[in-house]
């Protein structure tokens, strides 16, 4: 579900929630303990592309987001995210809420337990050396600080020792945390001598424990060297090799996470199960996956169903569920800007001066515009000029967040042209123009009256605000019932009525 809602199509890495499956357990000074799951919050909100975006970003540019966050970077503007925890109490049930904290295919809606903020990330500055400060990192579930312990999730403990395994195998030994990218700025102490990658000129004789050669040592780091130790716990019960029944409800969330989106996302995620469905060519697997959807959702079902031309079948979905608002992307309020791209239409008699007073009150949100026209070059003459990045033949809407036609600009019947703001107004994106410029929109079918659409005088501040303002809600999503509805297709009808169009379609 998640996969093919919109969240599985970000529209950068800086408007994309991190947030760990597992649980894992906090520990003050005094013993107490308590259950945590850690999130990244971005602070420019959390935006995808839409279906037709993401298939175009695959062909035409499949460094879409690396380009997207060193772009950014490179303009000034950094990739910001709040560090956050959810806290739950360390009861012994190892559940919240009916919710259980080892499953990590399970969330606790944050209606439930607010995520409170408690840090922040900067991404600043881009790599020098891909491979050294990117292609070698070593991640691991086991590198922890003091205070931060596992829990007995069966996942994380699988990742205990897969993780390791994979950094000895991938980066060539166990000396892997020697690399500059992966070395802690804590000292470590460890029993590891020789191989790839050793820096350490070890001395002593012994490696291990216990020994009689070197006095007993190395020793087992202990609390006050700030060593590994793990909480005590009172445990009760039989151990047995097997998930516990709260693993088998595996409907209840996906219908909240259903439930909770808007209508558009809704829309969204039906067109994603229709389309990847559709290309299943094995009978047998379309309808188990409907009989999947079917304990979902019967909407959902139905209208996947019918986008596939094959019966619903009738689940149990569950009734009550508690609604999660802070699943759905759609924003009210326009957000920040930082790292947008404006795309402003351009030629030798536009508007340069208007241009210039766009890009400044853009470039005060961190958010950049580029000029766009029918061939490369200079726009201009003198202390007014302004250079062409992109042509009409190497632009695509992906590219950009919005789309300015400049006052002065001469209508063309450039189809290439036509396309692009086409394009970017199918996938309600904000579009304006200033001046005369309205009328290259009016040519593409885009009207003044549209929802997401500012059109000016001139290229004054009140102008700019507004649409600065339109692109701070990522989309105009009142414009996606006109321009992005499917049109999915009724049920399957019965079988008379199948014999009924064929005879009709012999005799013409």
Same mark, same amino acid.
């Given at each position: 579900?998640?996969?093919?809602? @919109?969240?599985?199509? /970000?529209?950068?890495?800086?408007?994309?929630?991190?947030?760990?499956?597992?649980?894992?357990?906090?520990?003050?000074?005094?013993?107490?303990?308590?259950?945590? =799951?850690?999130?990244?919050?971005?602070?420019?909100?959390?935006?995808?592309?839409?279906?037709?975006?993401?298939?175009?970003?695959?062909? +035409?540019?499949? @460094?879409?987001?690396?380009?997207?966050?060193? @772009?950014?970077?490179?303009?000034?503007?950094?990739?910001?995210?709040?560090?956050?925890?959810?806290?739950?109490?360390?009861?012994?049930?190892?559940?919240?809420?009916?919710? *259980?904290?080892?499953?990590?295919?399970?969330?606790?809606?944050?209606?439930?337990?607010?995520?409170?903020?408690?840090?922040?990330?900067?991404?600043?500055?881009?790599?020098?050396?891909?491979?050294?400060?990117?292609?070698?990192?070593?991640?691991?579930?086991?590198?922890?600080?003091?205070?931060?312990?596992?829990?007995?999730?069966?996942?994380?403990?699988?990742?205990?020792?897969?993780?390791?395994?994979?950094?000895?195998?991938?980066?060539?030994?166990?000396?892997?945390?020697?690399?500059?990218?992966?070395?802690?700025?804590?000292?470590? @102490?460890?029993?590891?001598?020789?191989?790839?990658?050793?820096?350490?000129?070890?001395?002593?004789? $012994?490696?291990?424990?216990?020994?009689?050669?070197?006095?007993?040592? /190395?020793?087992? $780091?202990?609390?006050?060297?700030?060593?590994?130790?793990?909480?005590?716990?009172?445990?009760?019960?039989?151990?047995?090799?097997?998930?516990?029944?709260?693993?088998?409800?595996?409907?209840?969330?996906?219908?909240?996470?259903?439930?909770?989106?808007?209508?558009?996302?809704?829309?969204?995620?039906?067109?994603?199960?229709?389309?990847?469905?559709?290309?299943?060519?094995?009978?047998?697997?379309?309808?188990?996956?409907?009989?999947?959807?079917?304990?979902?959702?019967? *909407?959902?079902?139905?209208?996947?169903?019918?986008?596939?031309?094959?019966?619903?079948?009738?689940?149990? /979905?569950?009734?009550?569920?508690?609604?999660?608002?802070?699943?759905?992307?759609?924003?009210?309020?326009?957000?920040?800007? $930082?790292? !947008?791209?404006?795309? +402003?239409?351009?030629?030798?008699?536009?508007?340069?001066?208007?241009?210039? =007073?766009?890009?400044?009150?853009?470039? !005060?949100?961190?958010?950049?515009?580029?000029?766009?026209?029918?061939?490369?070059?200079?726009?201009?003459?003198?202390?007014?000029?302004? +250079?062409?990045? !992109?042509?009409?033949?190497?632009?695509?809407?992906?590219?950009?967040?919005?789309?300015?036609?400049?006052?002065?600009?001469?209508?063309?019947? *450039?189809?290439?042209?036509?396309?692009?703001?086409?394009?970017?107004?199918?996938?309600?994106?904000?579009?304006?123009?200033?001046?005369?410029?309205?009328?290259?929109?009016?040519?593409?079918?885009?009207?003044? *009256?549209?929802?997401?659409?500012?059109?000016?005088?001139?290229?004054?501040?009140?102008?700019?605000?507004?649409?600065?303002? $339109?692109?701070?809600?990522? !989309?105009?999503?009142?414009?996606?019932?006109?321009?992005?509805?499917?049109?999915?297709?009724?049920? +399957?009808?019965?079988?008379?009525?199948?014999?009924?169009?064929?005879?009709?379609?012999?005799?013409?």
């Amino acid at each position: 579900m998640w996969n093919m809602s @919109d969240r599985g199509i /970000p529209r950068s890495y800086r408007t994309m929630e991190g947030f760990g499956v597992h649980t894992f357990r906090l520990v003050a000074e005094n013993g107490e303990t308590r259950l945590v =799951k850690f999130h990244w919050k971005p602070l420019a909100g959390v935006h995808s592309l839409v279906w037709e975006e993401a298939q175009i970003a695959a062909g +035409v540019d499949p @460094d879409f987001h690396r380009r997207d966050m060193s @772009d950014g970077i490179k303009a000034g503007a950094p990739l910001e995210y709040e560090f956050g925890i959810q806290v739950m109490p360390d009861d012994g049930t190892e559940t919240y809420e009916g919710i *259980d904290l080892l499953d990590p295919t399970k969330i606790v809606p944050e209606e439930l337990v607010p995520v409170q903020p408690i840090g922040k990330l900067t991404l600043d500055a881009n790599p020098t050396n891909y491979f050294a400060e990117t292609e070698q990192v070593a991640f691991h579930t086991g590198h922890l600080v003091p205070g931060i312990e596992v829990t007995n999730d069966p996942l994380m403990q699988a990742r205990l020792f897969s993780y390791l395994d994979t950094q000895i195998t991938r980066l060539g030994g166990p000396n892997f945390s020697q690399l500059p990218i992966n070395r802690p700025h804590a000292p470590v @102490d460890d029993m590891l001598r020789d191989g790839m990658h050793q820096t350490a000129v070890h001395t002593g004789l $012994a490696p291990y424990l216990s020994n009689s050669v070197d006095d007993g040592e /190395p020793a087992v $780091a202990g609390e006050k060297d700030h060593g590994y130790v793990q909480t005590e716990r009172l445990i009760e019960g039989r151990a047995v090799r097997a998930n516990p029944a709260s693993f088998d409800d595996h409907f209840t969330q996906p219908t909240m996470f259903y439930r909770s989106l808007s209508a558009v996302e809704q829309d969204h995620l039906v067109e994603a199960f229709t389309f990847e469905l559709g290309k299943v060519f094995e009978q047998s697997i379309k309808e188990r996956e409907l009989e999947v959807l079917s304990n979902v959702d019967a *909407d959902l079902c139905e209208r996947v169903a019918a986008g596939l031309g094959l019966p619903a079948p009738v689940g149990t /979905p569950a009734e009550d569920v508690l609604l999660s608002p802070a699943l759905s992307q759609i924003v009210e309020a326009p957000g920040p800007i $930082a790292g !947008r791209k404006i795309g +402003v239409i351009a030629d030798a008699g536009s508007d340069l001066s208007g241009i210039g =007073k766009l890009r400044t009150a853009a470039a !005060r949100r961190g958010a950049t515009v580029h000029v766009i026209a029918a061939a490369g070059g200079i726009l201009g003459k003198g202390m007014r000029t302004q +250079v062409v990045e !992109r042509t009409y033949l190497t632009v695509r809407s992906i590219e950009f967040d919005a789309f300015v036609v400049a006052g002065g600009t001469t209508p063309t019947n *450039d189809i290439k042209l036509i396309l692009l703001l086409q394009e970017a107004f199918r996938h309600c994106k904000a579009m304006g123009a200033w001046g005369d410029g309205a009328a290259l929109l009016e040519q593409a079918g885009i009207g003044a *009256d549209d929802a997401g659409v500012v059109i000016g005088e001139t290229a004054v501040k009140a102008f700019n605000d507004a649409l600065l303002a $339109a692109v701070g809600l990522h !989309r105009a999503w009142d414009r996606a019932p006109a321009v992005m509805a499917s049109n999915i297709p009724p049920s +399957v009808p019965d079988k008379p009525a199948r014999k009924r169009a064929a005879k009709a379609k012999a005799r013409k």
